[in-house]
């Protein structure tokens, strides 16, 4: 059974993007209409119809770059319905009142590679885009494995500073690039988006030094707490810190990166799209935008161990560690790997607040990505439902194994 997920601890800046971008819009983006242009505030302040037009129009309210596909589509055969979700049956019923209660938005259920359930609302489609919030977490550590595999950063247990060298004499000294990926620095935070005096509002809310990328200007004024590697602290402003990381190592920018060694080789339907910071940096932890069926891809990527035409898109061993646990979130059952929500029983997540969700279970061959609008950031009553949800489609991927 799959355990309550870990939102407790999944906190983002909400009170901070009006902060975190001008107005703007992806190159490829239509004018962005006066709705879209009203969105450009405080997401704090967003309404229920706020959400659901917001997180499905991303580019028109905020600026972004786009994440380029390939010539090439990754297919996605579809099959007949999981048992107890064909319309009547239990599982269908089930869904239905899930997706009115919790404002799904887009369901992709791979088994196998195949489609066995897909449900999209909210005017979504298998064509728009949504945005991922903290999911892109998961992404930004996998491009840490492809730059590990290309040369361009030599070990994880490198010190972060000869990456980022603006953080020499920072709390960051001696700190490993292994430590910023599990969140083990040591380097005080405060995630509490209820705060406005938290770090993780005023890392948005605060000008950078000029000629210092935003995320580095704000991170390397933190005190330390602790030594490195002893303590566990969710903090998406290290996430921006690996983001930061793959850039310089790679002289390349996360959505460049990123198409060049999954997105267009793979096989992704859609143009993707980033979140761009004040210092036109994509953001390592948030905010990547794609349709739900390559979110599903991406799943299914990571469950086929990160291959592409049979040749692996990052380092030996890399996707043993990324997806099982590297850090204690004193949660039993639970772990945090390398931007990876982790489980004892094998399966692993990627997970973003306001129900965005990719679940992967190897042993079944099982990816489900989810896209939602839930009128919270994070909440145990939403939490449980879709702990339910997914419970009811791993029972149905047993059942017809036992047939």
Known sequence: MVPLDTSRFVRVALIALLSVSAPGRAADSAPAPPAAEA??????????ADREFGFAHWEQVFKTR??????HVHPLPIAPPLPSFAAGDTGAAYLDQYATDYKLAGLVVLVDGRVRLERYALGHSPVGRWTSFSMAKSLTSTLVGAAIRDGYIKSIDDPVTRYITGLAGSAYEGVSIRQLLTMTSGVKWNEDYTDLKSDVALFYATAPDPGVDATVSYMRRLPREAPPGAKWLYKTG???????????????????????KIWAPYGMEQDASWHLDVSNHEQGGCCFQATTRDFARIGLFILDGAVVDGRPVVADGWLE???HKQADINVPGRGYGFQWWTRDDDTFDAIGIHGQMIHVDARRRLVVAINSAWPVATGKEQSAARVALINMIAAAVDAEARR
């Not at 969105?39 to 229920?48: G, H």
């Not at 786009?66 to 010539?71: F, L, M, N, S």
């Open 321 to 323: 560690a990324a997806t």
């Open 39 to 48: 969105l450009n505030r405080a997401l704090a302040t967003w309404s229920q």
């Open 66 to 71: 786009k994440v380029a596909r390939g010539t």
């Open 238 to 260: 290290e996430t921006n810190l690996i983001g930061v990381l793959v850039q310089e190592a790679t002289h390349k920018t996360l959505a460049a990166y990123l198409s060049e």
